[in-house]
């Protein structure tokens, strides 16, 4: 499926109060207006973003817009933090999407998850954020083109480029230079770029909080590894699961209460002999429940033992799930802090009831 996106947000919620743009006798400089927008502490934020989408979202058709609405509260200082609801049109239920914004963190979750997080997150990538001071500091070929009172505020209206070329008008309070709405520029939109967010009201001392670690997935709960996980003396390396606790290919599904997982692990030894426990490892789902390791199966088992310097061996723990839960971390309580390690989702056997490992 390709997705071919065009950037449009449009307000959702109530429509400002307007006179309308009226011409502007005499006005500061554009540019100035633009590098001295002036950011409140908080605001309220709406926004809806239309989508221009082809392949099979289009149902027939070359593209079809799709809109992605959202709304909820943005503090800008001392740092950018965000509690967002959003929904969109891509999805039946309209997909409903709970998001938090703590610097370049991101939590997000839909109402049947927990909360996932995603890092190093930039501020280009939440295209509301062109109506951010430091964003509309950046603009270019600024220019005033009338003056209009929105909500009882006087605001100059100004139209100037995005960075990336984009053209764009802004309304700046006059008072205080914050920003209180952002579209396209009315030249240049067309069904695919028709650009609104809207701030407002502004300094209520808003307060947003990340959620806390028993509302995460447990692979966020400490240091994520995809491959060898470095150890005091050594490391493990976590293999791909498989579905037989004997350590067969195939899907083992003599039990109806819940499906086994095998988890392999291979310990290597460096230049000190290295403590071997299978008691700090956990598998949880996505909603934190644990399981711990059942002494099942005839697979070779990962036992507690001292390793000798410069020596490896390989083990596996064994674990029973439910059959409603199909999105696992196994979780090591390390001397040096909490390892997770995602095992993946529930693999389908094929026909034969090989369980694929690369998943089908």
């Known amino acids: 499926m390709v997705i071919a996106v065009w950037g449009c947000i449009a307000a959702c919620g109530g429509a400002a109060v307007s006179t309308g743009v009226l011409p502007a006798p005499s006005a500061p400089p554009a540019a100035q207006l633009l590098a001295q927008a002036s950011s409140p502490t908080d605001a309220h934020i709406t926004y809806q973003t239309h989508f221009g989408a082809e392949g099979p979202l289009a149902a027939g058709s070359r593209y079809v817009k799709k809109l992605w609405s959202g709304a909820g509260e ?29 610097g370049q963190d991101r939590y997000m979750k839909s109402d049947q998850s927990s909360w996932g997080v995603d890092q190093a997150v930039g501020i280009d990538t939440y295209a509301w954020s062109a109506i951010l001071p430091t964003s509309l500091g950046q603009a270019t070929g600024g220019r005033v083109v009338g003056v209009e009172r929105i909500d009882g505020a006087d605001t100059w209206v100004i139209d100037a480029d995005m960075p990336g070329g984009q053209a764009f008008r802004v309304w700046l309070r006059q008072d205080d230079g914050y920003p209180v709405q952002l579209t396209s520029s009315p030249n240049q939109k067309t069904p695919y ?64 209460d819940g499906y086994f997982v095998l988890v392999p692990f291979t310990y290597t030894a460096g230049s000190n002999s290295l403590l071997i426990d299978p008691a700090v490892w956990t598998l949880y789902d996505t909603f934190g429940h644990s399981y711990p390791a059942e002494p099942l199966g005839s697979a070779p088992k990962l036992g507690a033992q001292q390793l000798p310097a410069g020596a490896s061996r390989s083990g596996s723990l064994c674990f029973i799930i439910p059959w409603s839960q199909d999105n696992l971390t196994i979780v090591g309580a390390l001397p040096g802090g909490l390892v997770t390690h995602f095992v993946g989702g529930l693999r389908r056997p094929d026909a034969s009831g090989t369980a694929n490992p690369l998943g089908t």
């Not at 509690?83 to 409903?96: A, G, I, K, N």
């Not at 809207?198 to 590894?225: K, M």
Request: glycine share 8%.
């Open 193 to 256: 770029l028709d650009l609104k967010v809207n701030l407002s009201p502004f300094d209520r001392g808003i307060q947003i909080s990340i959620p806390p670690r028993n509302e995460l997935d447990p692979r966020y709960w400490g240091t994520e590894y995809n491959g060898p996980i470095p150890l005091d003396g050594g490391m493990v390396t976590i293999h791909q699961a498989m579905y037989d606790c004997n350590g067969g290919d195939y899907w083992d599904d003599s039990r109806s």
């Open 74 to 102: 943005i503090v800008l200082k001392p740092k950018l933090m965000a509690s967002l609801r959003e929904t969109d049109t891509f999805c039946y239920d309209l997909c409903p999407l709970n998001e938090i914004i703590d």
